[in-house]
């Protein structure tokens, strides 16, 4: 089992920034692909950004591509999500997710709030 918690979620306005982190327990943290998604009211939870074991690959969803970036510390065990430029379509819960294969990913944390004022 690996155990996820999200934070560093809050309120800010539109073009401001935030980070998010995740810190990651229970299993050796170094062995995981890590992502993150968010999921708006009313819509369904979408792909954010994933980073490979070994920081060595990240992907990015067109809709943050040039704003977000997804990083890690294996030392620390945190995967983070530094958000630059945000926009209100920003707005979600979002939530980090931790996996073995490829773009699957078995477990997920609790989720932190973004919120994006215009």
């Known amino acids: 089992q690996v155990q996820l918690v999200e934070s560093g979620g809050g309120l800010v306005q539109t073009g401001g920034s935030l980070r998010l982190s995740c810190a990651a327990s229970?299993?050796?943290?170094?062995?995981?692909?890590m992502g993150w998604f968010r999921q708006a009211p009313g819509k369904e939870r979408e792909f954010v950004a994933r980073?490979?074991?070994?920081?060595?690959?990240?992907y990015y969803a067109n809709s943050v591509k040039g704003r977000f970036t997804i990083s890690r510390d294996n030392a620390k065990n945190t995967v983070y999500l530094q958000m630059n430029s945000l926009k209100p379509e920003d707005t979600a819960v979002y939530y980090c997710a931790a996996g073995t294969i490829t773009f699957k990913y078995d477990y997920w944390g609790q989720g932190t709030q973004v919120t994006v004022s215009s």
């Open positions: 980073i490979s074991r070994g920081a060595a690959t990240t």
């Open positions: 229970g299993r050796t943290f170094s062995n995981y692909n």
